[in-house]
T-cell receptor
């Protein structure tokens, strides 16, 4: 039973373009939705996170859009750069970790010049 | 501020041998997690500690895996005996008290031959 479903599995974007990765969840106890970025041989790094009380959060070129009624959230990377090429994971957890953090299967992003 | 430290970074052992991984969390972080990451997958929680207490070990295969967090700081994860299917990356993460943000270490890549 996969609690967080992520798509697409892989994504190729031209430099300067917009990368969009989508996630859907089922558990209504989730109230914290982070995105992690992982480079080969490294651990996941927290990129940006959102809570259900807002529909959008932006940090630099990274934006999370959140749709509570649809139980979906997405990551948008504006002006994508080759250095953004990595694997991105969405995740979700419940109140203060009492519902453990669960991850999607990841999206491998390649930004080509 | 130093991040989560893990050692060793790589370990190759023969099946049926024991192996141990060590983690030093970010200073002041009360909560410590061990995750398993298979190739091409997101991390999966093995165990969560609040200080020295294991508060969620439901996903830890207790027949061969054990963990400890003496004095509520460093932690060790042990596998005995290792099986071929244990080949994966073992990640340690930590978070501050009451915080949802989890910060990951670089992981230990285990290869069982």
């Amino acid at each position: 039973q996969q609690q967080v479903k992520q798509s697409p599995q892989s994504l190729i974007v031209q430099k300067g373009g917009i990368s969009i990765i989508n996630c859907a969840y089922e558990n209504t106890a989730f109230d914290y939705f982070p995105w992690y970025q992982q480079f080969p041989g490294k651990g996941p790094a927290l990129l940006i996170a959102i809570r259900p009380d807002v529909s959008e959060k932006k940090e630099g070129r990274f934006t999370i859009s959140f749709n509570k009624s649809a139980k979906q959230f997405s990551l948008h990377i504006m002006d994508s750069q080759p250095g953004d090429s990595a694997t991105y994971f969405c995740a979700a957890s419940g109140y203060e970790g009492n519902t453990p953090l669960v991850f999607g299967k990841g999206t491998r992003l390649s930004v080509i010049a | 501020e130093a991040g989560v430290v893990q050692s060793p970074r790589y370990k190759i052992i023969e099946k049926k041998q024991p192996v141990a991984f060590w983690c030093n969390p970010i200073s002041g972080h009360n909560t410590l997690y061990w995750y398993l990451q298979n190739l091409g997958q997101g991390p999966e929680l093995l165990i969560r500690y609040e200080n020295e207490e294991a508060v969620d070990d439901s996903q830890l295969p207790k027949d061969r895996f054990s963990a400890e967090r003496l004095k509520g700081v460093d932690s060790t994860l042990k596998i005995q005996p290792a099986e071929l299917g244990d080949s994966a990356v073992y990640l340690c993460a930590s978070s501050p008290r009451g915080g949802d943000e989890q910060y990951f270490g670089p992981g230990t890549r285990l290869t069982v031959t």
